[in-house]
C-alpha cells in the first residue's frame, strides 16, 4: 500500500524533485490542480498509466479498499488522490509520511472517497 500512495502523490508533478525543493513544489503542484479541471484530468491520466506497473493482487486489493471492480480501481484512485491533493485534503506532510510508509486514516479516506 505505501508504493501505492507514494506512487499516486508523486503523480509524475514531483518526479526529480530536490529535497529542498520538494515543498515548494507540492506547492506548485496542488495550486495548479486546483485551479484546473483540465490539468486535473491530464494529471489523473498520467497516474492510471503510471499504476499500471502494479501488479493484478496490488490492483485487487486497491479495488476492494474502495469498494470498487479492477477495471475501475485505478482511474478512481487516481482521480481522488488528484482531487484530494487540490482541494487541500492531501498536504505536504502526507506526501512526507507517506514516503516514509505512514498511511494516515486521513489518507485512507480520501483513497475512498468519504473524507
Not at 84 to 91: I, K, P, S
Amino acid at each position: 500500500m505505501k508504493r501505492l500512495l507514494v506512487a499516486a502523490l508523486g503523480l509524475g508533478l514531483l518526479a526529480g524533485c530536490q529535497s529542498t525543493q520538494e515543498a515548494n513544489d507540492f506547492a506548485v503542484a496542488q495550486t495548479a490542480l486546483a485551479g484546473s479541471k483540465a490539468m486535473q484530468r491530464e494529471v489523473s491520466k498520467e497516474c492510471v498509466n503510471e499504476m499500471k506497473v502494479l501488479g493484478a493482487e496490488d490492483i485487487r486489493m486497491i479495488a476492494v479498499l474502495l469498494d470498487t471492480t479492477k477495471s475501475k480501481a485505478l482511474p478512481l484512485l487516481c482521480s481522488r488522490i488528484v482531487t484530494g491533493m487540490a482541494n487541500g485534503d492531501l498536504t505536504y506532510q502526507d506526501y512526507k509520511a507517506s514516503q516514509r510508509g505512514g498511511l494516515s486514516p486521513k489518507v485512507v479516506r480520501v483513497m475512498q472517497g468519504t473524507n
